[in-house]
């Protein structure tokens, strides 16, 4: 499996999308802003262009001959892509924290604090379970899936932003005490990670079942 | 042993089905896989390393079960799709990775490769041309010792001089790794130089699996009047009419001893014609 990990950052996705996660980082710079928005641009820049770069690249023709396991193939390509959302967080964290300490922590739609992160965590969970089990009925098309996690992360998206915006009871839940926001982080990680995992145990089940 | 032994493989789609593949290869032999275009030759070679989920059969390779050791048997097999894979990266950088999945890699051997095939390890996969990424897909299936070698079409596309020293390539393979080699092609004349069997497939199914010289004896080339067409028409495979008469393929076993036309002995060109026509029709 490290090999195969080690394969797919090396030589399947472009090192510029470990840049990114930078770039986009400095867009928590803007005050006053829907930041959920960052993770976004994520789903509409990496995603496609790394799942379209399988396709161009004969990815699937390169691995499709090596002694590697079926299921492995879709636990890389997972794996891989948790770990470009895990830094696209990380740096989410290390410019959400320079954002309050230049202009403090107040915003009109969700601040940037612990149970943000935590809504963060669960975005990406809801973004792997849409996408990756529609993805890998084919490891070939991704537009679909794409188009289907995109509604489902606005939906949601907006859910948060615009329900802290609008009603109190949510503005003390998600921005209230530190005790609130972590039983949100605690909560909204817990579920972003399961739903991460189911989506991996669908992948890997659905990439037995195709051809290749 | 056999280095492949399948027996009745299917795979059905929509609007093809590959019916009741069975075949076998002796190790350390050459087997040709000829067939027209579309009649089946990459979907049989995909399903046989389970890239492509088959409906029924078994397939056994290098004696082991495809379904119960995939991985210890892909690590033995070199398959050379002729699909482009990493164009924009260079030889080095997937070698890098491709090796890494390699207990018995020789790098050694592969920097011979690279040397004999003139393989430049900085040039980006696009820059080199047709016949210089199958040498390139060649010496990676190679430089791991692969016991049994899989070539899809490897000679489509390439020039007269480089298909003859790749049929030359496949002979010292053959001679110095001991290794099996199995490749489909649609043109005849590949066959005739190196393989020494052959698998005939058409529309799905396999018309004949055995040795070339078996297979050329299995069949007769005849030709005669139109008189003597009405007489043989029902044994003919196929046949061509002219002003002359007619030219057909008749199965040895179906020659009589009063038949009057003349007999020849087809080329393996004949017997692929001939067999992708239907039973007695005319071209």
Redesign the interface.
């Known amino acids: 499996m490290k090999k195969l990990i080690y394969k797919e950052l090396g030589l399947s996705i472009n090192k510029f999308f470990y840049i990114l996660p930078i770039i986009l980082g400095a867009l928590f710079f803007i005050p006053g802003w829907i930041f959920l928005l960052v993770f976004y641009y994520f789903f509409w820049i990496t995603v496609p262009q790394v799942y379209g770069s399988y396709l161009a690249q004969g990815d699937y023709n390169f691995m499709s001959v090596l002694p590697i396991k079926r299921k492995d193939i879709a636990t890389s390509k997972v794996y891989s892509l948790f770990i470009l959302e895990g830094l696209h967080l990380l740096f989410g964290v290390i410019f959400g924290l320079i954002h309050v300490w230049i202009y403090g922590s107040w915003n009109f739609f969700f601040d940037i604090n612990l149970a943000f992160f935590g809504v963060g965590i669960l975005l990406f969970g809801v973004f792997n379970i849409s996408f990756l089990p529609q993805y890998f009925k084919t490891a070939h098309f991704f537009g679909k899936p794409l188009i289907f996690a995109s509604i489902t992360t606005l939906i949601y998206g907006f859910v948060f932003e615009f329900g802290v915006a609008k009603y109190q009871f949510m503005r003390d839940v998600f921005e209230g005490s530190i005790r609130s926001q972590s039983i949100v982080f605690v909560i909204t990680t817990i579920l972003g990670i399961g739903l991460s995992i189911l989506a991996l145990k669908i992948s890997q089940k659905r990439m037995m079942e195709i051809d290749l | 042993m056999n280095s492949i032994e399948i027996k009745n493989l299917k795979k059905r789609y929509k609007t093809f089905t590959l019916d009741n593949i069975s075949l076998s290869i002796p190790k350390g032999y050459i087997m040709g896989f000829v067939g027209e275009n579309g009649a089946g030759k990459t979907t049989t070679i995909?399903t046989m390393?389970?890239?492509?989920?088959r409906d029924e059969g078994q397939i056994c390779i290098l004696g082991k079960d495809i379904d119960k050791d995939?991985?210890?048997i892909?690590?033995k097999?070199g398959?050379v799709?002729g699909?482009?894979?990493?164009?924009?990266?260079t030889l080095k950088?997937?070698t890098k990775?491709?090796k890494?999945?390699?207990d018995e890699w020789d790098e050694d051997l592969y920097l011979d490769y690279l040397n004999k095939f003139n393989l430049d390890s900085n040039k980006k996969i696009d820059e080199l041309s047709k016949g210089m990424q199958l040498k390139y897909q060649i010496t990676l299936a190679l430089s791991h010792h692969a016991e049994l070698l899989i070539l899809d079409e490897p000679t489509s596309g390439l020039d007269p001089v480089a298909r003859d020293n790749l049929l030359e390539l496949f002979q010292t393979i053959i001679e110095n790794e001991e290794a099996t080699i199995f490749f489909s092609t649609h043109i005849t004349s590949d066959l005739e130089k190196c393989a020494d069997y052959v698998t005939f497939i058409k529309d799905g199914r396999i018309i004949e699996s055995c040795s070339k010289d078996d297979l050329i004896d299995k069949y007769r080339l005849v030709n005669g009047t139109e008189k003597e067409l009405v007489e043989v028409k029902e044994r003919l495979i196929a046949f061509k009419t002219n002003s002359f008469g007619f030219n057909g393929l008749v199965k040895t076993i179906d020659l009589k001893e009063n038949d009057t036309f003349k007999v020849g002995q087809p080329s393996l060109d004949d017997i692929m014609i001939y067999n992708t026509l239907r039973k007695g029709e005319a071209i």
């Open positions: 995909k390393l389970n890239i492509v989920k995939e991985i210890s892909k690590s097999i398959y799709s699909n482009l894979f990493y164009p924009k990266k950088e997937v990775y491709y890494s999945f390699y």
